[in-house]
Structure formats: C-alpha cells, structure tokens
C-alpha cells in the first residue's frame, strides 16, 4: 500500500466528485509527475479505479436528481464503443511514447476551453444573471451532437484517461449552455460509468495494470469522491462553476508539462481569482437585495 498516493488521491476524488472531472486530468499527471510511475501504467490504472469511483459519485447525483437521463444515454452511444477503441489503440502505440504527445495537445485544447468558460461567466455575472439552476428539459436534447461528444470523450478517456470530466463536460456547456453545473456534474458521472468499464475491459486486455497502485489510488479517493458529491449535489451553482474553471485550468497545465513551481503559482493564483470572485459575487448579491428592498413598498 503506498499512503502518499492514497493521500493525494483522497484530494483528487473530492475533486472528482465535486466537479465532475479530475479523474484523468489529474490523477494520471500525478502519478506520472510525482511519483515517477510508468504513463501506460499510470493510466490503466486510472481507468480501472474510475469504474469504482464514478457510480459513487454518480449515486449521490442520482439521489438528489441532478441527472439527465436522455443526455446519459446518447452520450453512451458514443463513449462506450469508443473508449474500447482508445484503449486499444494506445496499447499499439505507447511504446513510442505518443501517449505524451496526446496528452499535451489534449491540455491546450482544455486551456482554451477554460478560458473561454472564464469569459462566458464573466459575461454573465455583467448581465447580473448566472447559469440556470433549472434542470434542462429532455426533449431539448440533440442525440447526434451527444453522441459525436461521447465518441470524442470517449477515445479520450480509453487513450489517456483523460476526458470523461474535462473534456466532455466543456463540450456539454458548450452544446446545452443552459445546463446548470449541478445537472452537468451529475450527468457526466453517470454517463461515464458504462464508458470507463469499456475502456477498463480495454486496459485490462490490451494495458499494463498495476494492482497494487490502483488498490492504493481507490483507498484515498473513494471517501474523496464521496463527500465531493455531496458537496456538489448540494453546493450552489455559482461556486461549482468558478471552481470547475478553476481545476480545468490547473489540470490544463499538468497535461502540457508545466513545472512544479509553475504549477504551484497557478495553484496559488487560482485560490486568490476564487476568494475575489466570490468576494465580489457575494458583494453584488447584496447590493441587489438591497435594491430589492428599497424599491418594495412598505407594507
């Protein structure tokens, strides 16, 4: 049992289960980066972990019905034929090392998804309304377009690991822009259940799982994922959202190798834009009830 990685484990699950992502865009370049495991190793393992971790968190979302049913469908479609299908082709071609090639293009296409997410809520919050907390109505939903989203998070997962929460979930926002973060969470969680068992009968086929380090990575981040979820199914859509830009962004970095010391600056930097934005969110949330009450009558 190794209890450092459990340690950083338990960090990420709550991560997981708090956003929806994390899983492999972090767990892996952790693994990687910090404790110098093999990549091929580091995201079998990931993968087979996941099929554990994502029906906790998922279990907690369906509870508290945070999750669209017609969206997790089609997204399987997708995701479960392809995340086989990555699987089984970074198996073919790891020993080249282009696993790290993908990984790096996948983390600047997630920065600039972040950033565009960081603008979109800046605009919102100028507007003085924030994302919906309604749930997005079933017949609104566009099975091609989610479909097409599940076979591209799904080959992302089976390839790298990384995907299901990242990836996708920018690409949910993207399609169904009023679908609110706690709906978003607990609909990617769901709908990856089915998609990481197909890209872990994947690994377990073609990969280089280590037992021992995927027993250790599910000792830390199974209570992780759990009070994740719960925060999140819970928590309010206004500070879910800047936290999800938040780990995206952080993740981002990882995947495109950027330093320790870096990585730690855009640690502690994301922590300061989080405390002012909600300092400031909290400050004009006051200021229009206090607008409210002015312009009400008096009884």
Do not use: C
């Not at 990685?5 to 991560?15: E, H, K, M």
């Not at 071609?93 to 972040?114: F, R």
């Not at 949910?172 to 872990?200: H, K, N, W």
């Amino acid at each position: 049992m190794h209890w450092n990685i459990a340690s950083a484990a338990l960090l990420i699950g709550f991560v997981i289960g708090l956003t929806g992502m994390g899983g492999g865009a972090l767990m892996t370049p952790v693994l990687v980066i910090f404790f110098h495991i093999v990549p091929t190793a580091a995201i079998s393992s990931d993968v087979v972990a996941s099929v554990i971790l994502k029906p906790i968190g998922g279990g907690v979302h369906v509870r508290h019905g945070t999750v669209n049913w017609r969206l997790v469908r089609w997204l399987s479609v997708g995701s479960v034929p392809a995340a086989f299908a990555g699987a089984y082709t970074i198996s073919r071609i790891s020993s080249g090392g282009v696993e790290d090639d993908v990984k790096k293009i996948l983390g600047w296409v997630l920065l600039v998804a972040a950033a565009g997410m960081a603008v979109k809520l800046a605009a919102q919050s100028r507007r003085k309304s924030g994302p919906g907390d309604h749930m997005l109505d079933p017949a609104l939903v566009r099975p091609l377009p989610t479909a097409l989203i599940g076979i591209v998070g799904g080959f992302a997962v089976g390839l790298t690991s990384v995907g299901s929460g990242s990836l996708m979930i920018v690409l949910l926002m993207l399609l169904y822009p009023t679908l609110s973060s706690r709906e978003m969470v607990g609909t990617d969680l769901v709908q990856a259940i089915p998609l990481v068992a197909s890209a872990a009968i994947g690994h377990l086929v073609f990969g280089n799982l280590a037992l021992g380090l995927t027993g250790s990575v599910l000792v830390g981040a199974i209570p992780g994922v759990y009070i994740g979820a719960h925060v999140s199914a819970r928590g309010p859509d206004r500070f879910i959202r800047p936290a999800l830009i938040a780990v995206l962004t952080i993740s981002s970095l990882k995947l495109v190798g950027a330093g320790n010391g870096f990585l730690l600056g855009a640690t502690v930097t994301a922590i300061a834009a989080l405390a002012a934005w909600f300092t400031l969110d909290e400050r004009q949330r006051r200021r229009a009830a206090a607008d409210l009450r002015d312009l009400t009558p008096a009884g």
